[in-house]
């Protein structure tokens, strides 16, 4: 015999990213367990996404992704991370690293509003030489840090961006492959919900090749 079950979520508030729930049935009319459980439910918490990295910036003028004047291949990387809830996030002590090493510590005070990007770049953000933690720049939305371990370190070749809670445990993830090597970002497609596309394929990009912090 096939039933349906219905599970019940009450919201924490708590961006949380991927969880697991473990539960067992039981039929109380005849008594006894269900067969084949204990039963494990995959929670997605999709109001807190990784939502644009640039892993090789495009070479001349075009590529000064962090507006300091001059392209440079590590400074001008990028990971831009979007609060798509409606609760503020706090990301202090939280860790960004790649596939072989950590490369940021969000410091104390980082916390991003509702509907607000935070962007990490791999070198020094003009606006932000004084990094002090949480506040916005002056010529770019939503908050905005540079890698405290002194770049992103993201391969061309294919990498994995990932963002740990403090205590260690895996709070985002995003793997790419080659396509991460073609002189322009990597979004979604929509933004915030969309899978990943070249920059330039976007709907609304223009034929633009990154845009931190912007739509």
Do not use: C
């Amino acid at each position: 015999t096939t039933k349906n079950v219905s599970v019940s979520l009450t919201d924490d508030a708590a961006a949380e990213g991927e969880e697991t729930a473990q539960f067992a049935l039981t039929n109380v009319t005849a008594g006894g367990g269900v067969e084949g459980g204990p039963f494990d439910l995959e929670i997605v918490d999709t109001g807190v996404v990784i939502n644009e990295v640039l892993a090789d910036p495009p070479t001349g003028e075009a590529g000064d992704a962090n507006a300091d004047g001059s392209r440079d291949a590590s400074d001008d990387e990028f990971i831009e991370i979007f609060n798509n809830s409606n609760t503020q996030l706090d990301l202090s002590g939280y860790v960004l690293r790649d596939g072989s090493s950590d490369h940021h510590v969000f410091p104390d005070n980082t916390t991003v509003a509702p509907r607000t990007s935070l962007v990490v770049f791999g070198g020094e953000w003009p606006d932000r030489k004084s990094g002090s933690a949480g506040m916005p720049a002056a010529s770019l939305p939503g908050v905005v840090q540079t890698a405290s371990g002194g770049d992103l370190g993201l391969s061309n070749d294919g990498d994995e961006v990932i963002i740990d809670k403090p205590d260690g445990q895996t709070y985002l993830t995003f793997s790419y492959g080659g396509e991460g090597g073609d002189d322009q970002s990597l979004t979604r497609d929509p933004d915030f919900t969309g899978d990943f596309v070249k920059h330039s394929d976007a709907a609304e990009s223009g034929g633009a090749l990154f845009s931190p912090g912007r739509r």
